[in-house]
């Protein structure tokens, strides 16, 4: 059993920053987990927005590349996602996923790559 507890989200101005934090925790959790972050706009599909692997291997939707940054600490099982240059079309339900395969590092995450979801956290963005 796998959670994933995802906190940071709020309502920023264009231009601003917020930093995302995902704790994950349970008994089949390990560190060698693929860990991601995805997004849900209302209306629209969720997509993978950044992904890292075990050996800090990370990627990215081009739509964040160079405002986006993926990180985690792995002795306290968090995962990061620093987010700069925010923009109103980056208004949505933030999600981290988790999951045992490795990541594919040639296009960003796909949501059936990742089994574990935590519940999300809304990121705002006004113009």
């Known amino acids: 059993q796998v959670q994933l507890v995802e906190s940071g989200g709020g309502s920023v101005q264009a231009g601003g920053s917020l930093r995302l934090s995902c704790v994950a925790s349970?008994?089949?959790?390990?560190?060698?987990?693929?860990l991601a972050w995805f997004r849900q706009a209302p209306g629209k599909e969720r997509e993978g927005v950044a992904g890292?692997?075990?050996?800090?291997?990370?990627v990215y939707a081009d739509s964040v590349k160079g405002r986006f940054t993926i990180s985690k600490d792995s002795a306290k099982h968090t995962l990061f996602l620093q987010m700069n240059s925010l923009k109103p079309e980056d208004t949505a339900m933030y999600y981290c996923?988790?999951?045992?395969?490795?990541?594919?590092?040639?296009?960003?995450?796909?949501?059936?790559?990742?089994?574990?979801w935590g519940q999300g956290t809304q990121v705002t963005v006004s113009s």
């Open positions: 996923a988790a999951d045992p395969r490795g990541l594919r590092l040639d296009r960003a995450p796909r949501p059936g790559d990742f089994l574990h």
């Open positions: 349970g008994s089949t959790y390990s560190n060698s987990y693929s």
């Open positions: 890292i692997q075990t050996d800090g291997a990370t």
